[in-house]
């Protein structure tokens, strides 16, 4: 559980990040912000992974580019689904995905597998 949180939290903080700093996407609040968080995970968990196994000829012929659509379309979906949150275009839906993916990609640096913040200590 404590992994779940760790990880919802860096979620949201990339979703708010991606408001902040990208032109196109506008968030309606904090409770908004909170379910659009839950619903990318969500989304990233089950449409995901079939959008990704159907398009996987095109994603091998574009040498891995076109899992950048696919992201922005999971953004885009997220807020097609969520009233509260708006993105201008595609170009926006894409710009926030890579905010979102940076910060996820951050944030999963300083945590382990177990979703725990954790120390290595490398003896010489």
């Known amino acids: ?3 779940f ?11 708010a990040l991606a408001a902040w700093l990208v032109p196109g996407i506008a968030l309606r609040g904090t409770g908004t912000l ?6 990318l995970g969500v989304v990233n968990a089950v449409v995901r992974p079939l959008i990704v196994l159907f ?11 076109f899992l950048l659509v696919i992201n ?25 995905s890579l905010v979102v993916s940076f ?8 945590i382990g597998p177990n979703g725990r913040v954790e120390l290595m200590i490398v003896q010489r």
């Open 1 to 3: 559980m404590p992994g």
């Open 5 to 15: 949180l760790i990880r919802f939290a860096i979620t949201v903080a990339g979703v």
């Open 34 to 39: 909170l379910a659009a968080a839950l619903l």
């Open 55 to 65: 398009t996987l000829p095109l994603t091998v012929v574009t040498l891995g580019l």
């Open 72 to 96: 922005a379309a999971m953004f885009g979906l997220v807020a097609w689904l969520l009233p509260g949150l708006g993105v201008g275009g595609f170009g926006s839906a894409l710009l926030g």
């Open 103 to 110: 910060t996820s990609w951050l944030g999963s640096w300083y």
